[in-house]
């Protein structure tokens, strides 16, 4: 990633409490973040929160002493790979829009030789006013990256746009921005998450699949410039902004909704983790205890993913292997059994709900080890070879 100096710009506005955990964020993802705050900025948030969280004074004045060369408005953006201003205000995307530089903040945008990413913030009126659209127009038009607004509900009491998105969403954002685009116009599809098969009105057999691996390939194809459906059994994370989402409980479901968008799709991803077998005739009210031994009838699940890599015209298959043993002799058979150009093998002891994991891609070509890394560093490598497989035999 390119991506490792941030001046991040703060505006005077209710939402300027997000940055603060923006910044923590940013530092979280290895980039040093140096803060300027316009003067009315300070009001909300105290620089000694933003000092502490990023390890760098925060300046606000054109004329700060402790800048060597009293050239603030160049030294600070000096080797910056983004300048980012998260809120800006209505009246600070005018002063963008017109090109003036009258404090610190605004001088910096200026006098930059990088990216300006905005993330505005305001309110409902103030967002929608004739003034603000054309500000906005204008911005985009000299190449500022606009992240969002957000609707929902505003610290006026009002609902509408105009309000800052949250600090994870802006993070997500940002870092896509410098990621290589190497899936740019593809149609991706990912399924994610464990399947739920009903045994009565409350009950059902899933498994300890956190839906992370998933999600993960999701945001890096997103990040990668692709267009992201992702169909997910249940999970408690929050899915990549971007991303169309189609929640599924069954794997019967789970193939319905991958068939339905099997055509329009270049590359299908299965990272579910797919029950082998449903439950026959589950009951539709909660079975009552009794004394006596219970039997379960089950009868076995589709292969989602070989049903769609056999067809006639597939899509780029990629499918993921858990093993508990033999894990790359399995996971090249299955590779074979199911005609995928790509199989991603991992260890379930170790894969399954962890932090950091070790991916060995197994395809045509061979074996390629991923050592061991968080999920969304292996998510990004991932993509990049489906991305060079894609390209050289694909395309
Ligand atoms: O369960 P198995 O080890 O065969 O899973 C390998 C791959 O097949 C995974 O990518 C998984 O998502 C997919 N799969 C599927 N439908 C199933 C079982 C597995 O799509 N019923």
Not at 284 to 290: A, G, H, N, T, V
Not at 353 to 371: F, M, P, S, T, W
């Amino acid at each position: 990633m390119q991506l490792k100096r941030i001046v991040l710009g703060v505006t005077g506005g209710v939402a300027a409490y997000k940055a603060a955990e923006l910044a923590r964020l940013l530092v979280k993802e290895g980039i040093d973040v140096q803060v300027v705050c316009t003067s009315a900025a300070r009001h909300f948030v105290g620089p000694a929160t933003f000092q502490a969280l990023t390890g760098h004074p925060v300046f606000t004045d054109l004329w700060d002493e402790r800048v060597d060369n009293g050239m603030a408005h160049i030294d600070l953006s000096r080797g910056a790979d983004a300048i980012v201003v998260a809120p800006a205000s209505a009246d600070f995307l005018a002063k963008l829009a017109q090109g003036r530089a009258d404090d610190l903040l605004s001088t910096l945008c200026l006098a930059r030789d990088c990216p300006l990413l905005v993330a505005p913030a305001m309110n409902r009126q103030m967002w929608e006013s004739p003034a603000t659209q054309r500000n906005a127009a204008q911005l985009l038009l000299d190449g500022v990256s606009l992240i969002g607004p957000d609707s929902g509900e505003q610290a006026c009491g009002e609902t509408g746009f105009g309000r800052m998105l949250e600090a994870e969403a802006l993070v997500e954002a940002i870092v896509a921005r410098f990621q290589p685009k190497q899936l740019n116009g593809l149609k991706v599809l990912v399924t994610a998450g464990p399947t739920f098969e009903a045994i009565d009105a409350v009950r059902g057999i899933t498994n300890p699949s956190s839906g992370r691996m998933g999600y993960a390939v999701a945001r890096a194809a997103l990040e990668a410039g692709a267009e992201v459906t992702l169909i997910t059994g249940r999970t408690c994370l929050t899915p990549p902004r971007e991303a169309r989402v189609i929640n599924i409980l069954g794997a019967q479901q789970m193939l319905t909704e991958v068939e339905k968008e099997a055509d329009a799709t270049d590359i299908f991803i299965s990272v579910a983790a797919v029950a082998d077998y449903y439950v026959l005739n589950p009951s539709e009210q909660k079975i009552k205890k009794d004394a006596h031994i219970l039997t379960l009838e089950l009868a076995p699940n589709p292969d989602i993913l070989a049903n769609i890599s056999s067809r006639p015209k597939p899509p780029f298959c990629v499918g993921f292997a858990a093993e508990s043993e033999n894990m790359e002799e399995y996971a090249e058979l299955k590779r074979r059994r199911k005609h995928l150009p790509l199989i991603v093998a991992n260890d379930v002891r170790e894969a399954v709900g962890a932090e950091d994991v070790q991916l060995i891609l197994l395809d045509e070509a061979g074996r390629h080890v991923l050592e061991k890394a968080d999920k969304l560093t292996q998510a990004r490598r991932l993509i990049t070879h489906v991305a060079q497989l894609y390209n050289t035999h694909y395309q």
